[in-house]
């Protein structure tokens, strides 16, 4: 069980926005840590996608924005393509177990 | 190139120990703090360990407290995992990553920039 909650699918056709969310709590996201999201192909490692919250590592394109707010933060996709389809993580810190957390991932099909 | 490699994983019997080894390139090794995480098949990422750019700091996940043992050896570039006691759970893909910090100081803020392609570990009797 995931200290941080993330659906486990989300889908969307072709040219589509999607949004993923990541609910976590007083003692991570709440706590002012900062949230980091991550794309997974399949067969393949993680990749990071957005940085403290909202910032985007060079050459990642800007149809992939996050936002955080309170005890939670969002991954928003627009223009969807074949290609998105992946896993999405968000990732934190937690002061209760003294350590960094994933979300359960997040499944995206593009229909 | 900036990169990561693993090894060292395999197949063990529960209770054997298993050595995990993370060659780094491309970066200053000695800069930065390196994380283990790991997916167990057909799940999410588990964060498993940390050891800070010196060594001298080591946090682990209660899950491999006291099991597990996280090293570096900075003249080298390696990153090691010694994991003992191994149990059906800890079979994963092992993945090492490096962490970056945008400027806050607070290592508690980082994000894993840098993956290594990862080790699969099979704990079996």
């Known amino acids: 069980q995931s200290v941080l909650t993330q659906p486990p699918s989300v889908s969307g056709a072709p040219g589509q926005r999607v949004t993923i969310s990541c609910t976590g709590g007083?003692?991570?996201?709440?706590?002012?840590?900062?949230v980091h999201w991550y794309q997974q192909l399949p067969g393949t490692a993680p990749k990071l996608l957005i940085y403290d919250n909202t910032n985007r590592p060079s050459g990642v394109p800007d149809r992939f924005s996050g936002s955080k707010s309170g005890t939670s933060a969002s991954l928003v996709i627009t223009g969807l393509q074949a290609e998105h389809e992946a896993d999405y993580y968000c990732?934190?810190?937690?002061?209760?177990?003294?350590?960094?957390?994933f979300g359960g991932g997040t499944k995206l099909t593009v229909l | 190139q900036v990169q990561l490699v693993e090894s060292g994983g395999g197949v063990v019997q529960p209770g054997r120990s298993l050595r995990l080894s993370c060659a780094a390139s491309?970066?200053?090794?000695?800069?930065?703090?390196i994380h283990w995480v790991r997916q167990a098949p057909g799940t999410g990422l588990e964060w498993v360990a940390v050891i800070s750019y010196d060594g001298s700091i080591k946090s682990y996940a209660d899950s491999v407290k006291g099991r597990f043992t996280i090293s570096r050896e900075n003249s080298k570039n390696t990153l090691f995992l010694q994991m003992n006691s191994l149990r059906g759970e800890d079979t994963a893909v092992y993945y090492c990553a490096r962490a970056v910090n945008s400027g806050s100081g607070d290592w508690h803020r980082d994000s894993f920039d840098i993956w290594g392609q990862g080790t699969m570990v099979s704990v079996s009797p």
């Open positions: 990732q934190s810190f937690d002061s209760s177990l003294s350590g960094w957390v």
């Open positions: 491309g970066f200053t090794f000695s800069s930065a703090a």
């Open positions: 007083s003692s991570n996201i709440g706590a002012g840590y900062d």
